[in-house]
């Protein structure tokens, strides 16, 4: 054996007891994972359900629009049914609390996506690293063994053989493990990110039915909006600042007045048609508007249906064809 080839074996020599250690470590891991993976399933299948969501939901919903922030909170504690979706809420409440950004609850649910990736990798990395690591201790004491054999020395081939052949089942069993770990929260991580984008639309967004949703009694009554109730927390009623309301919203016109020293139609303020045409309208009301005012009047290239040429007043009779159109037309 030249100087090359016994660098290369003691460095392979070398390497086995790290490869040992990494493994007992990776199957201590992944092991820890299972127990994990287990918890989350329990909780799950014990404590999801998506017409809870819904309703918790709704009732916070109703809860901040009514100025009981507690109450709202108490609400939307209660889907703790995972962990990624408990942790969520977490940081959605203390925005409400602190910071208040109206962009912040998005960026959460795109920050608790990258967050769902990386607890992916922890098993994904595993599914490779055990049997690479089941590989290596398997290939790095065949020399030793082969070597034994040839010189007679029976204990030690039997010794590393062992070793071999177990650090093999092991970083097969690690990455296996890993690899139903990974199938299985992969599809429970959509999930959760669905269940979070969805709570975040009932939340933020617009909770109306569709009418086409409702159900009709026998008269073809569409059913009303379901009527939410919730309980108040204790200490929302001392805590609370209820916000003022106005007495009357205040009318404005939807098309500004032209004010001008004229009356309508040009007359002066003073004369008897401008009295005759305006009745007596109440203090702060606004004149009523007319096509001959100078603010409805339109140009001609601002006039998208100025190219349309005259209308007529009175259909033909005998369900004659308009002018302009032929016979071969009306027919087909």
Known sequence: MNELQRIIYDASRILLWPVLVATVICFVWVL?????????????????????????????????????????YRYLQENNYSIVVARFLFDLIRNYQTERLAAKPLKLLQEYEFYTLKRLERTRILV?????????????????????????????????????????????LIGGLAFVISIVRDRMYAQDVSDMEYLLELLEGGAGRLQSGRRRDKKGVWDAEPKIEYDLADDDIEKTQAIPALAETPREPLIPVVSSGNGVDGHSEGSPEVAAATPADPVGAAPPLTFDDPAMDWKHDEDPFADLGPVDAVPPAGGESAPGVSDSTRSS
């Not at 998506?50 to 009981?68: N, Y």
């Not at 398997?138 to 062992?162: C, D, E, K, R």
């Open 32 to 72: 820890i994972e299972v127990g994990f993976l287990l918890y989350e399933l329990w909780l799950r299948f014990r404590y999801r359900d998506l017409d809870a969501l819904e309703a918790r939901t709704l009732k916070a919903r109703k809860a901040f629009e009514d100025g009981k922030p507690r109450t709202a």
């Open 128 to 172: 490779r690293i055990g049997p690479m690591l089941g590989l290596m201790g398997t290939l790095i004491p065949l020399s030793p063994a082969l070597f034994g054999l040839a010189t007679g020395h029976t204990t030690n081939l039997l010794f590393n053989i062992t070793t071999a052949f177990s650090v093999t089942v092991i970083g097969l």
